[in-house]
């Protein structure tokens, strides 16, 4: 199995990079982990040339999409910030445009972990988190298997137990 984790989380050694460093650890297979924070990562312009052929963009994005093309697995994580997902995550989920307009690439059959992180305690933003099944996934014809979600994640490895404990139960 090929597997493809991106943290979308700012912090080194935060929630989000705790819980999917647990979760890749127990999956078998080839496994390749970005962290969005480090990398070379540009907005989407919008001005379609994806539609005819690779992104302009000259940044990381390209490569991490085209492996994420080749994998069995996106674990994909994020912390919820004022509801929603990081910038980092947000940023390269646009640039997944680039295959959504190019019918010679895909993403469709693609399953997807998905791991968030949010302060509140509370399940205010499990609407937006499911939505995320959708959008952007579902449309790319990805299958979101699992969604794990931190709630009351407070500084580095706080709030995070049963999170952690959902992982270590989680059969793939």
Do not use: W
Request: aromatic residues 6%; hydrophobic residues 40%.
């Amino acid at each position: 199995m090929k597997i493809v984790a991106l943290i979308g989380s700012p912090r080194v050694e935060g929630n989000c990079d705790i819980l999917v460093n647990k979760l890749v650890e127990k999956l078998d297979g080839e496994k390749e982990c970005f962290f969005l924070n480090k990398l070379d990562i540009n907005p989407c312009n919008a001005c379609q040339a994806c539609q005819k052929g690779d992104c302009v963009k000259h940044d990381d994005v390209n490569d991490i999409v085209a492996k994420i093309e080749d994998a069995d697995l996106l674990v994909f994580s994020s912390p919820i910030y004022f509801g929603q997902i990081s910038a980092q995550a947000k940023t390269i989920i646009d640039r997944f445009y680039m295959v959504a307009q190019n019918p010679e690439r895909s993403l469709e059959g693609t399953k997807v972990i998905q791991i968030y992180t949010q302060a509140n305690p509370g399940d205010s933003f499990d609407p937006y988190i499911e939505s995320m099944k959708m959008m952007p996934f579902g449309y790319l014809g990805m299958e979101v298997t699992k969604t794990i979600i931190a709630r009351g994640a407070g500084p580095k490895g706080e709030g995070i137990e049963e999170a952690l404990k959902e992982i270590e139960e989680l059969e793939i």
